[in-house]
Nanobody, 113 residues
Framework: VQLVESGGGLVQPGGSLRLSCTTSSGSFSIYDMTWVRQAPGKGLEWVSSIDKGGSTTYYTDSVKGRFAASRDNAANTLYLQMDSLKSDDTGMYYC???????WGKGTLVTVSS
């Protein structure tokens, strides 16, 4: 399963971005999906997970109320809507499938004025 993230960029504090994660795999809908990030010089941090059908989502405490994960199984795409961004949200964002068996190469988010 090949995963490709997009949507990262430079945004000011308080701004918004929407990340996408797409795959050409026809099996996208059978996987629970996860967003993981890595801040500069730090380890991997789990951000959010969403179940196969998109009805259940989970978030790390630091992003609750600001980030929203969703998915469009017909389009084989996972999303992460990120609002009220903070400098601490800066990092590389990865999507992963099947409990981390498959990973994308990431998209960089930089929150800075």
């Amino acid at each position: 399963v090949q995963l490709v993230e997009s949507g990262g960029g430079l945004v000011q504090p308080g701004g918004s971005l929407r990340l996408s994660c797409t795959t050409s795999s026809g099996s996208f809908s059978i996987y629970d999906m996860t967003w993981v990030r890595q801040a500069p010089g730090k380890g991997l941090e789990w951000v959010s997970s969403i179940d196969k059908g998109g009805s259940t989502t989970y978030y790390t405490d630091s992003v609750k109320g600001r980030f929203a994960a969703s998915r469009d199984n017909a389009a084989n795409t996972l999303y992460l809507q990120m609002d009220s961004l903070k400098s601490d949200d800066t990092g590389m964002y990865y999507c992963a499938a099947d409990g981390g068996r498959y990973w994308g190469k990431g998209t960089l988010v930089t929150v800075s004025s």
